[in-house]
């Protein structure tokens, strides 16, 4: 097919630019559309060195442009010039097997500097990306990245990790530590507790958290007479927010190196609306505890 038509070959740049300028027969643009979309196919099936990128601009200017020019003959008063079909063409087939319609939409004004060609390409984009992820549900950049090992996070994927919060895992806090109480109180208290941190609160609501490693520390060490607030670090606290995502939740346990957090209101720090711990981040991920943590009762 080089030898007969040698315009197929290449990136074809060039004859891209004679139908954007108008100048290239309507026959020579449906048979290039047609030879190179075979020599494409079957220049990535064989594995051979090829391209997706310059192609679908190729076969998106031709396929644009013949429509165009058939436009043009049938209805010469009331459509754009075939070099305008063909942009068009271009960034739809971009949009269509690339799957980036506003990646499209962007290369395409960059390359014209004109507002015009705009709402129609976002219209022909959408419409090109809803009937390639009809038929082939894989972006073909994220099918040849999983044949060579690489596995990239799906739309699908993000969406669902992004709906994951708080709410969805914390229970209501059954096991709250009032700051007056010694730490000998407490731990009597919490000796049974599944949990290893409790929030600690005073009339006005919460205060703070204290975990079970710092109890024992202040118990063996002579402290056991002292009362929690004053083991309580000034300032902020470990503490989540309900509308938090889960990622967040785990990142927070991880850098106080504890298990469990308040959840608590964004209008009041200091209101407690519940507790999250890592049972329960692990139940909503389907490899936790039946029961998990929000059955343990004070």
Do not use: C
Not at 223 to 236: A, I, M
């Amino acid at each position: 097919m080089g030898w007969f038509v040698p315009q197929i070959m290449g990136v074809g740049y060039k004859y891209v630019g004679d139908v954007l300028n108008g100048n290239m027969a309507l026959k020579l643009m449906l048979l290039l559309l047609v030879l190179k979309l075979v020599v494409v196919a079957t220049s990535y099936a064989s594995g051979n060195a090829g391209g997706i990128f310059g192609p679908s601009l190729f076969l998106g200017a031709m396929l644009g442009g013949a429509i165009g020019s058939i436009a043009q003959h049938f209805l010469p008063g009331l459509v754009a010039s075939p070099g305008a079909y063909a942009l068009v063409g271009m960034g739809t087939a971009f949009a269509g097997v690339v799957r980036a319609p506003m990646t499209s939409v962007l290369m395409i004004f960059e390359t014209t500097r004109d507002y015009a060609v705009i709402v129609p390409l976002m219209i022909s984009n959408l419409i090109s990306y809803f009937i390639a992820s009809k038929f082939q549900k894989k972006a073909i950049y994220e099918v040849l990245a999983e044949q060579d090992g690489v596995h990239l996070p799906t739309a699908e994927t993000r969406i669902q990790e992004g709906q994951r919060q708080v709410y969805q895992a914390m229970h209501p806090a059954t096991e709250i530590l009032s700051q007056e109480r010694t730490v000998n109180e407490a731990l009597e208290k919490v000796k049974a507790s599944a949990f290893h941190a409790w929030p600690v609160n005073d009339d006005s609501g919460l205060v703070g958290l204290i975990t079970r490693e710092k109890l024992l520390q202040t118990a063996s060490s002579g402290g056991g007479d002292r009362r929690l607030v004053e083991l309580l670090p000034p300032g902020s606290f470990p503490h989540v927010h309900a509308d938090h995502s889960l990622t967040a939740a785990l990142d927070r346990m991880g850098a106080a190196q504890i298990d469990l957090l308040p959840v608590v209101s964004r209008a009041d720090l200091r209101k407690l609306e519940g507790v999250i711990t890592l049972q329960d981040v692990l139940r909503v991920y389907g490899i936790g505890e039946k029961n998990g943590g929000g059955s343990a009762s004070g």
